[in-house]
């Protein structure tokens, strides 16, 4: 048998989202997510992104997290994983985890030195699909918990969605939408978490990118996304690689489909991160 994917754990730098059992919780199972900082010694005040790591809403691929973050780091950025609820919890445990942790470094940003102004979200497949959710839904009553954290604004400044799951409609990720909001979820919610639906002038600037033979998670996804920002005139950037199977994370095997780091981080850094 394959050895059982490592999953990660907190660490003495960990901080957990929730001082204790996490609100609207439909599983108590004592899972507790937690924010993972990896912060610059820096002398003034940078950039950060949050980084949600994909496994379409059953877990969490540790590949699509510390790597990240690390990469983020070289390129003189501050970098945090956010370590969300997935199934058996459903909506809106993990958009209620990723908008508090944009609350939380938001809100401790002069101890980071962070710019509270320049916070993105990064997500890969159906971390891609979270990180979008809390862009077109910031600030929404879905992302509230009703504690003195929700007067700090959940809005990330720019996203970087990576072979993201985005629409419940066309092209749906089956999976990931039967994780998150069950198997009978009625068509209003499923049209809800259907981003390309939701995109509107105030959506943050987005960065995208799939390959064009992704099995896992069809193109189209980021397609319908970068139609309807094009539409809305809201500024992105949209690479699509032709080779490349799904879940490829920095791609290290891909040289070619691992040029979309350094793309991405020249997006952040050209914005002022």
């Given at each position: 048998?394959?050895?059982?994917?490592?999953?990660?754990q907190p660490?003495?730098?960990?901080?957990?989202?929730?001082?204790?059992?996490?609100?609207?919780?439909?599983?108590?199972?004592?899972?507790?997510?937690?924010?993972e900082?990896?912060v610059?010694d820096a002398e003034?005040?940078?950039?950060a992104?949050?980084?949600?790591?994909?496994?379409?809403?059953?877990?969490?691929?540790?590949?699509?997290?510390?790597?990240?973050?690390?990469?983020?780091?070289?390129?003189?950025?501050?970098?945090?994983?956010?370590?969300?609820?997935?199934?058996?919890?459903?909506?809106?445990?993990?958009?209620?985890?990723?908008?508090?942790?944009?609350?939380?470094?938001?809100?401790?940003?002069?101890?980071?030195?962070?710019?509270?102004?320049?916070?993105?979200?990064?997500?890969?497949?159906?971390?891609g699909?979270?990180?979008?959710?809390?862009?077109?839904?910031?600030?929404?009553?879905?992302?509230?918990?009703?504690?003195?954290?929700?007067?700090?604004?959940?809005?990330?400044?720019?996203?970087?969605?990576?072979?993201p799951?985005?629409?419940?409609?066309?092209?749906?990720?089956?999976?990931?939408?039967?994780?998150?909001?069950?198997?009978?979820?009625?068509?209003?919610?499923?049209?809800?978490?259907?981003?390309?639906?939701?995109?509107s002038?105030?959506?943050?600037?987005?960065?995208?990118?799939?390959?064009?033979?992704?099995?896992?998670?069809?193109?189209?996804?980021?397609?319908?996304?970068?139609?309807?920002?094009?539409?809305?005139?809201?500024?992105?950037?949209?690479?699509?690689?032709?080779?490349?199977?799904?879940?490829?994370?920095?791609?290290?095997?891909?040289p070619?489909?691992?040029?979309?780091?350094?793309?991405?981080?020249?997006?952040?850094?050209?914005?002022?991160?």
């Open positions: 048998m394959p050895p059982k994917p490592e999953v990660e660490t003495d730098k960990s901080v957990f989202l929730w001082p204790g059992e996490p609100p609207k919780s439909q599983v108590k199972d004592g899972f507790r997510p937690w924010l900082p990896y610059l003034r005040a940078r950039g992104v949050l980084v949600c790591p994909g496994g379409g809403y059953g877990g969490r691929a540790p590949h699509e997290g510390a790597p990240i973050a690390k990469r983020l780091n070289q390129a003189g950025i501050h970098g945090f994983v956010a370590q969300y609820r997935v199934a058996p919890h459903r909506h809106p445990e993990p958009i209620l985890d990723a908008s508090r942790a944009l609350r939380i470094i938001r809100h401790r940003a002069a101890e980071w030195r962070v710019r509270p102004d320049r916070i993105a979200i990064l997500g890969f497949s159906a971390g699909h979270l990180a979008g959710s809390a862009g077109v839904h910031a600030d929404k009553e879905c992302t509230k918990a009703g504690d003195e954290l929700d007067v700090v604004s959940s809005r990330p400044d720019a996203m970087i969605l990576c072979y799951v985005i629409s419940s409609q066309q092209f749906a990720h089956l999976g990931s939408f039967k994780n998150l909001l069950g198997p009978d979820a009625p068509e209003d919610l499923r049209r809800f978490m259907s981003l390309e639906l939701h995109v002038e105030s959506t943050p600037p987005t960065f995208l990118w799939h390959t064009a033979e992704d099995a896992g998670v069809p193109v189209g996804n980021s397609l319908l996304f970068a139609s309807a920002l094009s539409r809305y005139k809201v500024p992105f950037e949209l690479h699509v690689y032709p080779k490349g199977r799904h879940g490829l994370g920095l791609a290290p095997e891909l070619h489909v691992a040029t979309w780091a350094e793309l991405a981080c020249q997006w952040l850094l050209e914005m002022g991160w």
